[in-house]
DNA sequence: CTGTTAGCGCATTCAG
DNA sequence: CTGAATGCGCTAACAG
């Protein structure tokens, strides 16, 4: 038992199949033709000496280490039970085009790690997750000609690719659904404003559709901003069920907030959905599922946005697309049973 | 503006400082006594040039990477919110000892990535979770001769480096709180038995010592083992509180199962924890908080988990400990009040 | 305390 | 269709 020391290299593949060094990359890489006779001897050779190439040495030598990054500052709010859409679609398309896709856990304020990491010429790109309307890790990327991709926006629309939900879709939607079950009197539980303005840039104009949807359609609307925290959601839920005339359904776009305000809703003896209806937003499919009821949702297809994102980034990366590109993904309704037609007092 | 085509080499740095190249490398690492004079005339060469390591040079000349791959299979049970912490803690510990830490989100099954990872020279070491009870993993990483350390253990246990929760403790625990608040009668969710067997290991153990610590405390148990989902939660628990002696309290450890528990002890007109007292096992601390009731719970510092297994891995990849080392977190106590004393009837 | 010299394993000219 | 020669940027002996 000798133990092999060290893996194999180029060099012993070459040795073994009786060619060149060079001829053995490019049996691998199929950049000029070889005759199949001694791309068989080199593959022979390579199975049997369990040959990997050294991704550092690749790297070395050519231009690309082959790794993309995605910047997922865990920190920002956690993980969500259906990040791992984002990541998993995004991987698969990347790894189609040459790419291995890494999570980079730090947090977006870790702009020195960030700079590091990429200036390392250990990444190739970047594909930007929990972005903010202004992220201070555009600069770093840019600073550093390293080429990325964001999901989400800033405020800057233009200058570089990205891909979001079409926020603009969705108060609309739920007006449009609830108003067609009769409703006429619906009830807003969203966040506070310094939640929104934080970060969470073009969600405001959520709100500002929403509102417009509603006038049009001669619904009313009572609107409560709350922190994203049970407590918030049960309080403000009491007060607006107690009101002279109190709503019939619930649009929701605050996720703790709402299961606050399903037990205030279910603690006053009111059914969902006989009794009274829930619509929440942009909400993950786990998420939905894991609360009593389940909640009918108006979202995003994470995982269309991130593979999107992917190619956008894939394309640069190989060159097959410089340009700055954007993609708004559609609305998507899932009907988990909480909405239903208004009742007959 | 003849815009910086290339970055900054170590050679750039050595001609304007006006020393050799090599001098460069060891004022960086500082294997080698240098005259401050020197030191400080590199410093400034490489702050002018802004200059940053070449990491697949290094990784090809040394023999380290510096990167550790932290096995995330996201697709085995989504994220969870607190697996943040994990991540964070080993983010941090490793930055420590000159490692940094990248999440690997392939599934368990794709082994093949996997072996093509650790043998392209690029993973120094790889942090192993969601771990089952034969994880065919390891055996990739150990014929690639990759160190690495479990957070979670196989059935083989003594083989390698691994951190886990100490389940033994959760059972005994849980029962002498509730005993001590006089519950005598004590129902219990927990899963189905494939769901165990699957990759659930030491947690069998849990619901063994549960049973023993009951024996005991004379306590009685209503056992339900039941898929994880809300609605053979609520099921369950409707059984069980309609039986001729109804339980007092309810031990969880299925997450789902008990959000529906609670949908039916709440519509029984059960307070908690006033009529009823009600204590998870193992959640994590943002789950427990996003019921309500919050839920008190019985589980393990999870950072310190991770943590540890960052410290373990550290320490074999700088060789300063070639041993396997184990480490069994205690039973964390977290009371949200969701339990209080026996009602008196 | 500092400089010189070999490689690390591979991609890519350049020749044939 | 194939081989030989250079160099990517750095580490680690080896020499002072």
Redesign the interface.
């Known amino acids: 038992m000798s133990g092999q020391k060290r893996?194999a290299t180029r060099a012993d593949v070459a040795r073994l199949a009786g060619v060149s060094a060079s001829t053995v990359t490019y049996a691998l890489t199929g950049e000029r033709s070889i005759s199949d006779e001694t791309r068989k001897r080199i593959m022979d050779a390579m199975a049997e000496l369990n040959y990997?190439?050294?991704?550092?040495?690749q790297?070395?030598a050519g231009r690309r280490?082959g790794?993309v990054?995605l910047s997922?500052p865990?920190?920002e709010r956690?993980?969500?039970?259906?990040?791992?859409e984002y990541?998993?679609a995004a991987?698969e398309v990347l790894?189609r085009a040459g790419y291995?896709?890494?999570?980079?856990?730090?947090p977006i304020e870790d702009l020195d790690?960030l700079?590091?990491?990429v200036?390392?010429?250990?990444i190739d790109g970047v594909v930007l997750m929990e972005v903010r309307r202004e992220d201070p890790r555009i600069e770093v990327l840019q600073s550093t000609r390293t080429p990325f991709v964001l999901i989400g926006r800033t405020d800057n629309e233009t200058e570089f690719s990205w891909v979001d939900a079409d926020f603009s879709q969705w108060g609309p939607m739920a007006i449009h659904h609830l108003a067609g079950e009769g409703h006429r009197h619906i009830a807003v539980i969203g966040l506070t404003e310094d939640m929104f303005t934080a970060g969470y840039g073009p969600v405001v104009r959520t709100e500002q559709n929403l509102v417009a949807a509603a006038h049009e359609a001669g619904v009313t609307l009572d609107i409560e901003r709350v922190p994203a925290n049970?407590r918030a959601g049960?309080e403000a839920m009491e007060l607006m069920l107690s009101s002279a005339t109190p709503p019939t359904a619930l649009i929701g776009f605050n996720q703790?907030a709402v299961?606050?305000a399903?037990?205030a809703i279910?603690s006053r003896g009111l059914r969902i959905p006989e009794d009274f209806s829930l619509l929440q937003l942009g909400i993950s499919a786990?998420a939905a599922?894991?609360?009593?009821p389940?909640q009918t949702s108006i979202g995003v297809d994470s995982a269309l946005l991130a593979t999107t994102a992917a190619r956008f980034l894939a394309d640069q990366l190989t060159g097959s697309s410089a340009e700055v590109r954007h993609f708004l993904g559609d609305a998507v309704f899932t009907d988990r049973g909480s909405t239903g037609p208004v009742p007959r007092r």
Do not use: C, H, Y
């Open positions: 893996n990997t190439p050294n991704a550092m040495a790297g070395l280490s790794l990054a997922f865990v920190g956690g993980f969500e039970s259906s990040d791992f990541v998993q991987t790894a291995q896709l890494l999570m980079w856990p730090n790690s700079r590091r990491i200036s390392q010429g250990l049970i049960k703790p299961i606050g399903i037990e279910v786990e599922e894991t609360t009593f389940a």
